[in-house]
């Protein structure tokens, strides 16, 4: 039986940019949610439709970091709007604005309650609650994503 040397310099390498990576996680800063833009129907069916959008936040950390495999449910006005998903990687520069496209499954069963909302209000309650990956390095955690706020809705169709 080989003898294992626990203070192999790689091993203690490894170990220390994992600690590293997920000290200096705890100390990320909630991206501020700016609120939904280009509102599009890319799809309709009978019991569902598909809607592209844009999330726009700002990042307040300094450093950048990717963003993949964000998902989650929303809501708009107490009443569950659908599932949405965003299966592709996007880079997020340190202190700056970013753009999550997102793709949403609109139930249809709630849609003339969603839509009455659209055109009655002039703001919307919206709230999302979800889940990402973000990282940096090629190391990546479950970050939540969570929003409750009010929407301007002229602004979801510029």
């Not at 939904?36 to 450093?63: A, C, D, H």
């Not at 949403?104 to 002039?122: D, G, H, P, R, S």
């Amino acid at each position: 039986m080989k003898n294992y040397k626990a203070t192999h310099p790689g091993h203690f390498f490894g170990v220390l940019m994992l600690s590293l990576f997920f000290f200096s996680c705890t100390a990320i800063k909630d991206p501020v949610f700016n609120g939904i833009s280009e509102l599009k129907v890319i799809g309709v069916s009978k019991n569902e439709s598909t809607l592209s959008l844009q999330l726009n936040y700002f990042n307040p950390n300094r450093s950048g970091l990717w963003l993949k495999n964000a998902e989650g449910d929303a809501w708009m006005d107490d009443n569950l709007l659908g599932h949405f998903k965003m299966d592709t990687s996007l880079k997020i520069n340190g202190a700056s604005d970013f753009v999550v496209p997102v793709q949403l499954e609109v139930n249809m069963k709630n849609a003339a309650t969603n839509a009455a909302a659209l055109l009655l209000k002039q703001e919307i309650n919206f709230k999302i609650d979800g889940k990402a990956k973000i990282g940096k390095g090629g190391v990546f955690i479950n970050y939540p994503i969570r929003y409750e706020g009010k929407q301007d809705v002229s602004k979801l169709f510029q």
